[in-house]
Structures are given as C-alpha cells and as structure tokens.
C-alpha cells in the first residue's frame, strides 16, 4: 500500500530536478501524477519513469506564467483522473541575476512571474478544484533563499520569501475547507537549474555544494521529493502555513568550528573567564 493511494496529483516544473524526483516518488507512491511543464520531452520522460515506477501519469504541457494554461492543467487533471488532492507548485528558474543597480525592470518581473504569479495561479485554481474533492495539500517550492540574504540571487530571494508568505496567507483562509498549504525550503540540491550554470557540471556542482553546509554532502531531487510526498500524505494531516526547511543543516548557522569550520579554539575542554586566558 503506498502512501498517496487513490490521489491525484498536478506537479509543475516536473521534467525535471526536484519535480522529476517528486512525480517518480509520488507514483511509486499510488498516486496518479499530472506531468507539468514548459519541455514537452523532458515532461514525456518524467511520465515514462512514472509509469515504470508502477504509477499512472500523464504529461501536459504548461508555462506557469500563463493564468489560463494553469487553470487549464487543473482541469485536465479531474478530466482525467477524476480530482484534485495535490498540487506542488514547483516550477522556477534562477532567474534575474547581478547586482542590484543592474537588474532590469523586465527581468525582475519576468523572475516573479515564474517563481511568485505561477504559485498564485496554482494556488487560485487548486482551492475550487480541492473543495470539491473534500480537501487536499497545496505544497509549493520556495527556499532557503526565501528565508535569509546571501542564497540566491535579488529578485529570486524576493520571490521565494514571497511563497513562504503566500503560503501562510493562504493556509489560513481554507484550513477550514480541509486544504493544507505548505512550502519547502531546499538548500542546494544538484539539479540541472545549478549544474547547467556552472562550469564542470554535474559533478563540479557535487563538490561545490558538498561544503556549504554541515551534512557533507550535495542535496538530491529525492530529498525534496520526500518531503513533498509527506507534506502531501495524510501523515501530514495537522500540518499547515509551514516552511519546510530540507537543507542538510545550512540555515542552521555558518559552520564556523570544528573540523569543517576557519576558527579552531584552544584545546581542552573549559575556557575559562577571559582575564585568564592568554592570547594563543
Ligand atoms: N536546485 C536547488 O538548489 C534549489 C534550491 C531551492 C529551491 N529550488 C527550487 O526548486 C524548484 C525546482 O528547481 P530544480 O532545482 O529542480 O530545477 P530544474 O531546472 O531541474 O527544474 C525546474 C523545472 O521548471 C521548469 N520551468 C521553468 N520555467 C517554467 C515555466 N514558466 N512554466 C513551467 N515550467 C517551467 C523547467 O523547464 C524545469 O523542468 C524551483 O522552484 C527552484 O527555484 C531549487
């Protein structure tokens, strides 16, 4: 018996990365999985994984950025498989990148287009959709770069702490319709979003994001996807307006001691008031 048995689920951003891994977990996991995506080949792998993972999907293409593809996504997904229980709100890119006095107007909105207006929409067309299923989980990727500076770029930052709030918002007008909404706030997960933007690649990528934060290793697609398929199992029933973080301990704090961090303090084990202390 798998967790999401008899669910409906619409993923956006699924041909890919951390969508990918959460329409593959969610099928393995009996839910049947609206495939969603601006790359129709990507998306039609995503679907072929699904169904070899046991599950039933489809693939329907769709730019997040468009209220009426949105809307239209949703409806596809009770056409065919009869409701709405999920959504995940994933789609996104790094968007608007640089300093501040040189990002564009256009390219600030077009990042808050994909990474905020594409959760509203979700979020608008899924509440009706779930009403009438008698409940559902709303879950939307926001970041960690949502929750302090210095994570992502300006306008991406903006946006995601926007989903994290967004998310609060919304959870309380329809907890009362038994609809649940959360976000997750991933660290550095190595999907194509940062691998393709970097030098050396995937495995560049590995060895960079290995050292960012306390668990010494990359965050993977499946380490989202589990948390996504909790958030949206009954599990998670008394869970709503949360901020998942899935980070390997990076908003925990910097990692300044011990064998990972700069700052080595004397050995022995009592530091004692300062006046006695000598400098080392
Ligand atoms: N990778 C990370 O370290 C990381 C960390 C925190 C948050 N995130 C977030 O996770 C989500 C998934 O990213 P990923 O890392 O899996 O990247 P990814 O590039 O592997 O996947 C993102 C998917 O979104 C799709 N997409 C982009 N614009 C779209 C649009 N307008 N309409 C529909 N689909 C669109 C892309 O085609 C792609 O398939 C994003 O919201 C991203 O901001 C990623």
Redesign the pocket.
Known sequence: MGRLDGKVAVI??A?????RASAIRFAGEGAAVLVT???AQ?GEETVAECKRAGGRAAFHR????SEAEVKAAVDRAVSEFGKLDIIFN????AGAIGKIEETTAENWDRTFA??LR?VFFGMKYAVPAMRKAGGGSIIS?A???GLRGGAGPHAYSAAKAGVVNLTRSVALEVGKDRIRVNCIC????N????SNNLPGGFEMASQFLKNIQPIPRA?L?EDIAAMAAFLASDDAQWITGTAMVVDGGFTAGPVLFGDQGALRPPSGNFMGPSFEQKPK
Do not use: C
């Open positions: 956006t951003g041909a890919s990365g951390i969508g995506d601006l790359n990507g769709v730019d997040v950025t994933n789609a996104g890119l994909i990474l594409g990727t970041s960690i770069a991933p660290g550095g997960i999907t194509p979003l940062i965050g697609p």
